[in-house]
């Protein structure tokens, strides 16, 4: 189901809102220090392309901005520890400055919710008496916070509440925790008085745990849906959060001290950054226009100038990746950005010299924006991915044609930006198609030709929060097992086929293997020395090999897959996940259920990947 609409107006936060609650915070700090420990939750089966480099070597934004706005709100005590290179890391024997943190919060995607749900159980290790506040928060609480209270199927092992939005959420759940929490009590003590005083109903963004006196969960209630902040510029900056980062280690511990900043670009050479949010296309395979509740959120041009200057300063970073839904959104707002880019300096040079970065767009506004992509390289964009799907768009229409993709492609390589295509792969589409430009292969080749020097291929699954979910699985078109084996949350990065009707779905699978090693292969890493398809010195053969290295894991963890799938049987969901606890909505946010439209009535496929 898609997050639901708040009503007409009131989608977005007062101006200010976030700022005022910083300052209150700051008040409350100075006398109620707390230390906080926030784990990203990282499963590292779901190492494969597309993003083998990228997901060990980028500090993911989500964490970094909830470290960033403890820190400004004045919680010094706070550190950041990743799995992406903590694996060992075990909250029940974590301790900061010697003693046991007030709050543990973790952050997780849907695909790394057994990681989420394994720090979770570990953290109830701890004696109850001392064990933190537990929050999650993060992609997978957006969509199924109730999945979090369920780390054991007892029933009371689980996290005590679940932000479903962004900062603002936490912040305000913090300020009225502080307020309540007695001199000697703990931040846990004060949450229950604060949920069973229903004084957390009134913070739109959670879900909390309601227990018996033994402990059991009794009902989770919903505190409605988030409002946004709508701008960008009221965020704490980045830098803050790259402050807090726990140095890799095997250990299970922390660390007395965090990544000293001048290592910080050693270990995450890319920063991910949040320019803008929100896109005005509408496809219903995607959740990510009814997440931003159809608003286009962004950040100012000189913000995100400062930003860029502040992170290449302080830390050496000189590679970003945009956090944006579609750079492109809007003309103004993307002329505002990039035109001030354009203009800056950092160290005297102009900022494309000293920073490179990427970020998403579509096809159809790259081509509304072609007489303004000179800029765009001046801004210092070297890269941009873009949602081809499928060319043709037999399966997925959202404007893009053979001639408009190869179009737009060839307009980014003659200015020296890379285009990255992100495709699907559908139960319809064969591999090869003679004569069209319907197969996959055919389509890998086209983009090559246009310039494209990656690629990404993912398969129809049906993405949470999407319109069409529900239907994916009403219609018996999700598999539940496969030959014996169940599929898994990490299995739903699109990396697998867990969701078709083709009679002989191990074809699939094994054209997606086929388009990689097509795409990715020695020889043509040879070729892109020789004549290489980017005008970014080595950029096609470095990511030839990269690419080379993503194939042999993709296929080492996907082929066990594809022959369970010839194998069968293959059993199928007939329902959602949904909650086995009881959930109560707040008396003014019953829900309305979103039109769950047929996955294959309308024929589209669904994909978490945009
Ligand atoms: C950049 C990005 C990537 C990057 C980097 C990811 C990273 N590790 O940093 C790359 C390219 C590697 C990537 C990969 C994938 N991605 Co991605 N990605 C994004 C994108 C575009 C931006 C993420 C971001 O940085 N946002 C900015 C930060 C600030 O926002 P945030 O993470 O949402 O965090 C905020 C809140 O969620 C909340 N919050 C977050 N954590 C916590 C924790 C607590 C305790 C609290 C209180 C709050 C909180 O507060 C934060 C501040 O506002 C999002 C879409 C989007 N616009 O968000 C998709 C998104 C996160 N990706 C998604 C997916 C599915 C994938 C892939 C599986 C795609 C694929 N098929 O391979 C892979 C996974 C790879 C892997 N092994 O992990 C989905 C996740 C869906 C889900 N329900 O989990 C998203 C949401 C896109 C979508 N479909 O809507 N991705
Ligand atoms: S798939 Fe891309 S273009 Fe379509 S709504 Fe989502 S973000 Fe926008």
Redesign the pocket.
């Known amino acids: 189901m898609e997050v639901q609409r708040r009503g007409r107006g009131d989608e977005l936060l007062k101006p200010g809102a976030l700022l005022d609650v910083r300052a209150r915070l700051r008040r409350l700090a100075a006398s109620n220090p707390i230390k906080t420990v926030?784990a990203?939750a990282?499963?590292h089966r779901?190492?494969?392309?597309?993003?083998i480099y990228?997901?060990l070597r980028?500090?993911?934004?989500?964490?970094?901005?909830?470290g960033a706005?403890m820190l400004d709100s004045g919680f010094d005590q706070t550190r950041i520890v990743l799995q992406?290179w903590n694996r060992n890391f075990r909250p029940s024997q974590m301790r900061l400055n010697g003693v046991l943190p007030d709050l543990f919060?973790?952050?997780?995607?849907?695909?790394?919710t057994a990681a989420c749900k394994d720090l979770i159980r570990d953290a109830w290790r701890i004696e109850p008496s001392a064990r933190p506040l537990i929050?999650?928060?993060?992609?997978?609480?957006?969509?199924?916070p109730w999945d979090v209270f369920r780390a054991d199927d007892d029933g009371v092992v689980g996290a005590d509440v679940?932000?479903t939005?962004?900062?603002f959420?936490?912040l305000s759940?913090l300020e009225v925790l502080l307020s309540l929490r007695g001199r000697d009590g703990t931040l846990r003590e004060a949450f229950v008085r604060a949920a069973n005083s229903g004084l957390l109903d009134s913070i739109p963004g959670l879900m909390y745990a309601r227990r018996s006196p033994d402990g059991r969960i009794e009902e989770l209630v919903d505190t409605g849906v988030q409002r946004l902040?709508g701008d960008l510029d009221e965020?704490p900056f980045p830098t803050l959060g790259f402050r807090l980062l726990e140095p890799p280690s095997r250990g299970a511990t922390l660390s007395s001290r965090p990544l000293p900043a001048d290592q910080v670009s050693r270990y995450s050479p890319i920063a991910?950054?949040?320019l803008t949010?929100g896109c005005k296309f509408n496809c219903p395979y995607?959740?990510?226009p009814a997440?931003n509740q159809r608003q286009h959120r962004v950040k100012s041009g000189a913000r995100v100038a400062e930003e860029f200057r502040r992170l290449h300063d302080e830390f050496g970073i000189r590679y970003f990746?945009?956090?944006?839904?579609n750079f492109f959104n809007e003309k103004t707002r993307t002329l505002d950005i990039v035109e001030t880019l354009a203009r800056t300096e950092i160290s005297g040079q102009p900022l494309r010299k000293r920073v490179r970065w990427g970020t998403?767009v579509t096809v159809h506004d790259t081509l509304q924006l072609r007489e303004h992509l000179p800029a765009v390289r001046a801004a210092g964009v070297r890269a941009l991915?873009l949602g081809v799907e499928d060319m043709t768009a037999t399966f997925v229409k959202k404007g893009q044609s053979v001639d408009k993709t190869s179009e737009a492609f060839q307009l980014l390589s003659r200015h020296g930006i890379c285009p990255m295509p992100m495709m699907m792969h559908h139960d319809s589409q064969p591999l090869y198609s003679r004569g069209t430009a319907y197969g996959l292969l055919n389509q890998a080749r086209l983009l090559r030709k246009a310039g494209a020097i990656s690629l990404?291929v993912?398969m129809m699954?049906p993405?949470?929060?999407?319109k069409l979910y529900e239907g994916a699985f009403t219609s018996g078109l999700a598999y539940d097992s496969v030959a014996g084996r169940t599929v898994e949350q990490y299995m739903?990065?699109?990396?697998y086929v867990v969701a078709s009707e083709h009679p002989h779905p191990w074809r699939k699978q094994l054209n997606i293997m086929a388009v990689y090693l097509y795409f990715y292969n020695p020889l043509r890493f040879l070729w892109a020395l020789v004549r290489p398809k980017s005008k970014l010195y080595l950029a096609d053969a470095g990511m030839q090999l990269l690419g080379m290295y993503g194939v042999t894991q993709t296929i080492r963890r996907t082929i066990g897959w594809a022959f369970r799938l010839m194998r069968g049987p293959i059993t199928r969901k007939s329902r959602p996940p949904e909650s086995p606890l009881s959930i109560r909505k707040r008396a003014d946010q019953a829900a309305t259920p979103a039109g769950a439209a047929s996955f294959v009535q309308l024929g589209m496929p669904a994909?978490?990947?945009?």
Not at 105 to 112: A, D, E, L, R, T
Not at 135 to 144: Q, R, S
């Open positions: 926030i990203c990282f499963d779901t190492r494969m392309l597309p993003f990228a997901d980028m500090a993911p934004a989500g964490v970094r901005a909830i706005a992406q919060m973790v952050s997780s995607m849907q695909i790394h929050i999650a928060g993060g992609a997978k609480t957006v969509y199924e679940a932000v939005g962004e900062e959420v936490l759940l902040v965020l991910s950054l949040v949010f995607c959740p990510i997440y990746f945009g956090a944006d839904d998403e991915w990404q993912l699954t993405a949470t929060g999407s739903l990065d699109a990396n994909t978490p990947e945009h």
